[in-house]
């Protein structure tokens, strides 16, 4: 339900944007938002917009990335600049809501793209 677009090898300092589509029934979505992982580490939380279009991010991106969402579209994006080494990760599209009214709310994950910066 969650596919991710635009990863791929960037030099330092270059810029990439991410973009997941959200398909399928989702009865409410709560958040959306990016987290990364590198082999060996768990994953972390990069950004995240909420319902209320308050959005989060890891102090390791603040001021480089910036996550916007369109819900007409059911897309949320991650643009990044200044990319640095250490953002050399797999970045998983993540969604956090109700699947159907009266449901918990849940996490789905979309299956993650590469993102290497290097020169």
């Known amino acids: 339900q969650l596919q991710a677009f635009g990863g791929g090898l960037v030099q330092p300092g270059g810029s990439l944007r991410l973009s997941c589509v959200v398909s399928?029934?989702?009865?409410?979505?709560?958040?959306m938002g990016w987290y990364r992982q590198v082999p060996g580490n768990q994953r972390e939380l990069v950004a995240r917009?909420?319902?209320?279009?308050?959005?989060d991010y890891a102090d390791s991106v603040k001021g480089r990335f910036i996550i916007s969402r369109d819900n007409a579209k059911n897309t949320v994006y991650l643009q990044m600049n200044s990319l640095k080494p250490e953002d050399t990760a797999v970045y998983y599209c993540?969604?956090?809501?109700?699947?159907?009214?009266?449901?918990?709310?849940?996490?789905?994950w979309g299956k993650g793209t590469q993102v290497t910066v290097s020169s």
């Open positions: 917009v909420t319902s209320g279009d308050g959005a």
């Open positions: 993540n969604v956090f809501g109700q699947p159907y009214a009266g449901y918990n709310r849940r996490d789905y």
């Open positions: 399928g029934s989702i009865f409410s979505i709560n958040a």
